[in-house]
């Protein structure tokens, strides 16, 4: 995303089903329609790469047979432990409570590491 040749900050929505600008989303988890829809890991990895989400919201479930959003939520941990992702904002929206503990895990040592190596 451009906005007058700078790329534009993005808020990212992992989750395969539930779409972020839909009303029942945006009276329970405060969305809007700013948010960038992305269905799975591949997709979320692609903006992160490209060092512009300063916000996720993770579901974890997305799908048979596919990476699910602790994954992801392990790799922003690895990126931000070797210094390569800056530090973004984050919340859980899945209905997982096993996978939700271990998405919140990671993103909060991934925070420990954002404050080490100072990628505020």
Known sequence: MKLFGKTKPVKLWLDDCRDPKS????????????WTWVKNVEEAKKFLNKGI?????????LGDGLEEGYQLA???????????????????????PVAANKI???????????????LV
């Open 53 to 61: 989400v300063f916000f996720i919201s993770f579901d974890n479930d």
């Open 74 to 96: 392990n790799w922003i941990e690895e990126q931000a432990a070797n210094g390569i992702l800056k530090r973004m904002g984050w919340q859980i929206h899945s209905s997982n």
């Open 104 to 118: 919140k895990m990671a993103m909060l040592n991934a925070e420990k590491f954002w404050v080490e190596h100072e």
């Open 23 to 34: 009303s029942t989303m945006q009276m329970i988890y405060y969305t809007d329609n700013s």
